[in-house]
């Protein structure tokens, strides 16, 4: 069992920055896919960036990509999501997961491991 806590969440305005959090499994960093989910309310869950390796590899969803960037600090065994230019569209529960596949993880949305979520809400 992998267990995954996101933390981070808050209310800021629209251009403001946030940083997000989830504390991983000290095996979870290095063995597994990682990535960063949304969902708005009424909306369907929405890929937002995805890491392996370390930041070997990252992926980014073409609307966030140049305002959000995938971390991880292996130290603290921490997985980030550092968020700037934030827009009111940006509002929604972020979901930390994890899982062997990247298939699963980032192509059907299935990963094994699911944070609680943190709510982001950007007022304009």
């Known amino acids: 069992q992998v267990q995954l806590v996101e933390s981070g969440g808050d209310s800021v305005q629209a251009g403001g920055s946030l940083r997000l959090s989830c504390a991983v499994p000290?095996?979870?960093?290095?063995?597994?896919?990682m990535a960063w989910f949304r969902q708005a309310p009424g909306k369907e869950r929405e890929r937002v960036a995805a890491?392996?390796?370390?930041?070997?590899?990252?992926y980014y969803t073409a609307s966030v990509k140049g305002r959000f960037t995938i971390s991880t600090a292996h130290a603290k065994n921490t997985l980030y999501l550092q968020m700037n230019s934030l827009k009111p569209e940006d509002t929604a529960m972020y979901y930390c997961a994890a899982d062997l596949s990247f298939s699963r993880l980032w192509v059907s949305q299935s990963a094994a491991y699911w944070g609680q979520g943190t709510q982001v809400t950007v007022s304009s």
């Open positions: 890491i392996y390796n370390g930041g070997g590899s990252t």
């Open positions: 000290r095996d979870t960093y290095s063995r597994y896919y």
